[in-house]
């Protein structure tokens, strides 16, 4: 099965930035839509950013418009997510998701492959 791999998390202060990347572990499948979620203790997992049709079209949560941008490189399963003026709202586990169904979506139960999540910590 194919593996997505995040990278890219860790401690900054309320202001920074930092950039998340996520790669498939193979090339034998292809991501019509990838897309970033985030979960805190005791939350569900929710969408933070979707792309479809090779960057064709981005959806993002009204939490983080203007701050965070998700790119994909076009034909190729590779997912970044550049996170700029990071809030302490912001801390949580972020996790990579890909599904080769044609979506906007930002609804956990609309993919199918996840990564392990790679944890993005915010001080304020």
């Known amino acids: 099965q194919v593996q997505l791999v995040e990278s890219g998390g860790g401690s900054v202060q309320a202001g920074g930035s930092l950039r998340l990347s996520c790669a498939a572990s193979?090339?034998?499948?292809?991501?019509?839509?990838m897309a970033w979620f985030r979960q805190t203790p005791g939350k569900e997992r929710e969408g933070v950013a979707s792309?479809?049709?090779?960057?064709?079209?981005?959806s993002y949560a009204d939490s983080v418009k203007g701050r965070f941008t998700i790119s994909k490189v076009k034909t190729k399963d590779t997912v970044y997510l550049q996170m700029n003026s990071l809030k302490f709202e912001d801390t949580a586990m972020y996790y990579c998701?890909?599904?080769?169904?044609?979506?906007?979506?930002?609804?956990?139960?609309?993919?199918?492959?996840w990564g392990q999540g790679t944890q993005v910590t915010v001080s304020s």
């Open positions: 998701a890909g599904t080769t169904n044609r979506t906007w979506s930002l609804s956990p139960t609309s993919y199918y492959y």
């Open positions: 792309i479809y049709q090779n960057g064709g079209i981005t």
């Open positions: 193979t090339y034998t499948a292809t991501f019509y839509s």
